[in-house]
């Protein structure tokens, strides 16, 4: 008799027996913190992939730049490819000074101002695609800690509407809610506590990239002078 009771008792405690005995109000919980957490799991993949993607082409990028091949033979060859981060900076930079110097030599003198705009805003749109679905990531870790302690309230409650029902404090009658409530807060947690390292982790990244592209058009402005001041 208690071989067969004790599968039962187990079984009753599995994490597929406590959703499905849970709450309805705990399983809408539960269902969002997973639906959140796989979400934001998917996003970090992508932007793990995104993030190693450009700086590997920032890197590749820079070893050419610097590499003394002219800049007309690099411009060339990245034109006519999709281009990310620096790639893509360079690729903007140089076709508005070749739309300047060849469209009217005479305005040289706002030539510098025109790049370093076009330069200022594909700064902007690459970084706002690389960071794009990041601030999902800030919202599940602020408020999926929150949206568990709601299920884990929820549980305690139905607990005690068990305990005034059965007028009974029998750990079997007041256990089962108080599982859903720590499961509900285990699910918070584990949506909450990657999203956070790995919200950190991509601002951080982020922040690292967006000082290289700067740096770079800060060079590529004091080139675009030189040139200027030459052909004046």
Do not use: C
């Not at 993949?45 to 091949?69: N, P, T, Y």
């Not at 602020?142 to 549980?155: D, E, K, Q, R, Y």
């Not at 409650?157 to 005034?164: E, N, V």
């Amino acid at each position: 008799m208690v071989e067969k009771l004790a599968p039962a008792a187990s079984g009753g405690f599995s994490f597929l027996e406590l959703f499905l005995q849970a709450h309805p109000v705990v399983k809408i919980v539960m269902i969002g913190l997973l639906l959140a957490s796989v979400w934001a799991w998917a996003i970090i993949i992508e932007k793990l992939f995104a993030f190693r993607r450009a700086r590997r082409e920032a890197d590749r990028f820079e070893q050419m730049f610097w590499s003394g091949q002219s800049l007309d033979e690099l411009y060339t060859g990245l034109s006519h490819g999709r281009t990310i981060a620096m790639a893509a900076l360079f690729v903007a930079a140089m076709r508005e000074w070749k739309r300047s110097v060849e469209g009217n030599i005479r305005a040289l003198g706002g030539i510098q101002m025109r790049v370093e705009k076009v330069m200022d805003v594909t700064i902007s749109r690459e970084m706002e695609q690389l960071d794009r679905r990041l601030l999902f990531l800030a919202t599940v870790g602020s408020i999926a800690p929150f949206v568990g302690l709601f299920g884990t309230v929820w549980g305690i409650m139905t607990s005690f509407q068990a305990i005034a029902i059965s007028k009974n404090t029998n750990l079997a009658v007041v256990a089962p809610g108080i599982a859903e409530a720590l499961f509900a807060t285990a699910l918070g947690l584990l949506a909450a506590i990657p999203a956070v390292v790995f919200y950190n982790k991509f601002a951080a990244d982020s922040s690292r990239l967006a000082q290289r592209l700067e740096a770079f058009a800060d060079e590529f402005s004091a080139i675009v002078s030189r040139q200027i001041d030459v052909r004046t």
